[in-house]
């Protein structure tokens, strides 16, 4: 069975950068869009940033256009996700997705797969 193990979250200030990374195993990264969403208590999960299999097709919610950067290393079987300018709204715990598309996809019912989480937070 595919397993995401994201890593990476910790404590920051406004204006600080984090690098988020996605460690995918048992299954064949090269084929999977990757995701990477947010949820905070008593909100829905967003998608923050989603790109396609190859990674030539790129999505950033508004939020975080601009700020935020997705990527892969397909040889690693790695996902990222370089979080910039960060602010105290960016403060969440942040997953990591997948699902075998070679198109981007932005929905959280359309994910396969997910990490456990890692936490965000942002103090002022």
């Known amino acids: 069975q595919v397993q995401l193990v994201e890593s990476g979250g910790g404590l920051v200030q406004t204006g600080d950068s984090l690098r988020l990374s996605c460690a995918a195993s048992?299954?064949?990264?090269?084929?999977?869009?990757m995701g990477w969403f947010r949820q905070v208590p008593g909100k829905e999960r967003e998608c923050v940033a989603a790109?396609?299999?190859?990674?030539?097709?790129?999505y950033y919610a508004d939020s975080v256009k601009g700020r935020f950067t997705i990527s892969r290393d397909n040889a690693k079987n790695r996902a990222y996700l370089q979080m910039n300018s960060l602010k105290s709204e960016d403060t969440a715990v942040y997953y990591c997705?997948?699902?075998?598309?070679?198109?981007?996809?932005?929905?959280?019912?359309?994910?396969?797969?997910w990490g456990q989480g890692t936490q965000v937070t942002v103090s002022s």
């Open positions: 997705a997948a699902v075998p598309s070679y198109r981007a996809v932005t929905r959280t019912r359309d994910y396969d797969y």
């Open positions: 048992g299954g064949t990264f090269r084929t999977y869009a």
């Open positions: 790109m396609s299999s190859s990674g030539a097709s790129l």
